[in-house]
């Protein structure tokens, strides 16, 4: 089946570094989901892309839908102690509400 | 986005118990979706509970372990039965919503705990 392949597993930064990570996948994909997730709770929708080479910002959020179609990435500018968490990439091939599949996962973690 | 209530946010579990999780949403919503999350892993969609009709279960879940109920379009159970360690996990509700529904929404979760 598809699969999602998230990297990095994990990162450790210090605070007010940028961070990149990415998504990529063994077919074309047409919706692009991030995700992050804190601790003890559910993930939570940050950023949704429609069209390859779109590029969405949300606040210091920046994500784009690879133009190859199986590729995403997110970018953090300037990170923050609340920026901790697990950031998941989810993504499906159709244009309707069909199944997603989710990445692995990338868990960020700030170093004081 | 829609507003995912979901009971018990934990519980503590004996083997072979059943237990079952309440997903209330604030807004009528066709498919509703149960995930389950394994400690340290990623999302796996359990199955797809639709109103009106049975639920559609994904491969490697079966309806016997995981009964689903959907009574109305804003309401829907997910029972874990005969518990076992190894299900011992987050169990989500989610929704669609957002552009062409296309977008999933979740709740904060049940966190299971199986002894």
């Known amino acids: 089946g598809q699969q999602l392949n998230q990297s990095p597993q994990s990162m450790f930064i210090q605070e007010g570094e940028d961070v990149s990570m990415n998504c990529t996948s063994s077919?074309?994909?047409?919706?692009w989901l991030w995700y992050k997730q804190d601790p003890g709770e559910g993930p939570v929708l940050l950023i949704a892309?429609?069209?390859?080479?779109e590029l969405t910002s949300n606040g210091r959020l920046t994500a784009q839908f690879g133009i190859t179609r199986k590729d995403s990435f997110l970018n953090i500018s300037a990170s923050i102690p609340s920026d901790v968490g697990i950031y998941f990439c989810?993504?499906?091939?159709?244009?309707?509400?069909?199944?997603?599949?989710f990445g692995t996962g990338t868990r960020l973690t700030i170093i004081p | 986005s829609a507003v995912i209530s979901q009971k018990p946010s934990r519980d503590i579990c004996q083997r072979g118990t059943s237990l079952t999780i309440q997903c209330q949403v604030d807004?009528?919503?066709?498919?509703m979706f149960w995930y389950r999350q394994q400690p340290g892993q990623s999302l796996t969609l359990i199955a797809t509970?639709?109103?009106?009709?049975?639920?559609?279960?994904e491969s490697g879940f079966v309806i016997d372990k995981f009964p689903i109920s959907r009574p109305n379009l804003t309401f829907s159970t997910l029972t874990v039965s005969n518990m076992s360690p190894e299900d011992s996990s987050i169990y989500l509700c989610?929704?669609?919503?957002?552009?062409?529904?296309?977008?999933?929404?979740f709740g904060e979760g049940s966190r299971l705990t199986v002894l």
């Open positions: 509970a639709n109103q009106g009709s049975e639920a559609t279960y």
């Open positions: 989610s929704v669609s919503g957002g552009q062409q529904a296309r977008e999933l929404f």
């Open positions: 077919s074309i994909f047409n919706t």
């Open positions: 989810a993504g499906r091939p159709g244009f309707g509400n069909e199944k997603l599949t």
């Open positions: 892309l429609y069209k390859a080479g």
């Open positions: 807004s009528q919503v066709t498919m």
